[in-house]
C-alpha cells in the first residue's frame, strides 16, 4: 500500500519497516516546534538531528532506526512510504 503515518509527540522504537520493499525508500518529514531530537541509527552507530523542517530518506526495511527522546512544544513527524503488496499487486518488480 502506498501510505503516510502522522505521528504527533511520540517516539519510537527500533524497528525495521517490515512491509517496505528491501530496497524502497521512505522519507520522513518533522514539523511542530522541536528545539532537539535524534533519529538513531543502531548498527551505524549515527544518531542525524531531528528537528522542524528536516527531512530524511531511509531504506527503513534494511536499517534499523529509532526516535530517540526531544525537547520542544510539539513534534509532527510525517512519514511516506510504498508497501510491498502495492508493487506485487500490480505486478511490478521493485528494483
Known sequence: MEGRAIQFNQTTPNHADRLDPPKGWAVIV???HVRSGTLFFPRLNLRV???SGVGVA???RLLKHKVEV???NQRISIAH???LGL????GVVCP
Open 49 to 51: 538531528r531531528y528537528v
Open 30 to 32: 518533522v514539523l511542530g
Open 58 to 60: 531511509l531504506r527503513g
Open 81 to 83: 512510504f510504498t508497501h
Open 70 to 72: 526531544w525537547e520542544g
Open 87 to 90: 508493487w506485487n499487486f500490480y
